[in-house]
T-cell receptor, first 112, second 111 residues
Framework: QKEVEQDPGPLSVPEGAIVSLNCTYS??????FMWYRQYSRKGPELLMY????GNKEDGRFTAQVDKSSKYISLFIRDSQPSDSATYLC????????????FGSGTRLSIRP | NAGVTQTPKFQVLKTGQSMTLQCAQD?????MSWYRQDPGMGLRLIHY???????DQGEVPNGYNVSRSTTEDFPLRLLSAAPSQTSVYFC??????????FGSGTRLTVV
């Protein structure tokens, strides 16, 4: 069993829809949670990060962590075609983040 | 532009050949790492370095060597290429706890 599980998709939704992307994990020591966005043939870029449980909002993006369920989510409101990319969750147990474990990524497509 | 620069962008190797993937960053970051990305497998950590002269193994280190003689450079060496090493390789550096900056990747095919 992988430490981090992520539905690979692909996920296709119409423009303006609310998108929910999710990951589950098995290591209860994880405390630092991140979401990266990766456009085709590019390197991943950090989108959001959170520490421990709770919500964090940044514009149209909301990251949510439920440590009791070992479940994290990324919500995208008013989705745009430019949001079409692969989204990777990532997490780490230590603050130095020397070993960050990534999910396999969910490919998202926003239809105009 | 400031960031992480990887060379080459594409490479085809024959089984048994060796090569070095180059990675350089100009942000004065202490932490650098190498990942490989395969379909359905996500990003897997190969090796990482917390500063010049210090390196450590990640999740999938076999068949790869690294060294860190300067803060700026972190090359990845394939000792004897195998088809299982066909992948996309990303170098990343970190200036803060969360702020990974990734390079644009090297697409390697071993035939």
């Amino acid at each position: 069993q992988k430490e981090v599980e992520q539905d690979p998709g692909p996920l296709s939704v119409p423009e303006g829809a609310i998108v929910s992307l999710n990951c589950t994990y098995s290591n209860s020591a994880f405390q630092y949670f991140m979401w990266y966005r990766q456009y085709s043939r590019k390197g991943p870029e950090l989108l959001m990060y959170t520490y421990s449980s709770g919500n964090k909002e940044d514009g149209r993006f909301t990251a949510q962590v439920d440590k009791s369920s070992k479940y994290i989510s990324l919500f995208i409101r008013d989705s745009q075609p430019s949001d079409s990319a692969t989204y990777l969750c990532a997490m780490s147990a230590d603050s130095s983040a020397s070993k960050i474990i990534f999910g396999s990524g969910t490919r998202l497509s926003i239809r105009p | 532009n400031a960031g992480v620069t990887q060379t080459p962008k594409f490479q085809v190797l024959k089984t048994g050949q060796s090569m070095t993937l180059q990675c350089a960053q100009d942000m004065n970051h202490e932490y650098m790492s190498w990942y490989r990305q395969d379909p359905g497998m996500g990003l897997r950590l190969i090796h990482y370095s917390v500063g010049a002269g210090i390196t450590d193994q990640g999740e999938v280190p076999n068949g790869y060597n690294v060294s860190r003689s300067t803060t700026e450079d972190f090359p990845l060496r394939l000792l004897s290429a195998a088809p299982s090493q066909t992948s996309v390789y990303f170098c990343a550096s970190r200036g803060g706890i969360y702020g990974y900056t990734f390079g644009s990747g090297t697409r390697l095919t071993v035939v």
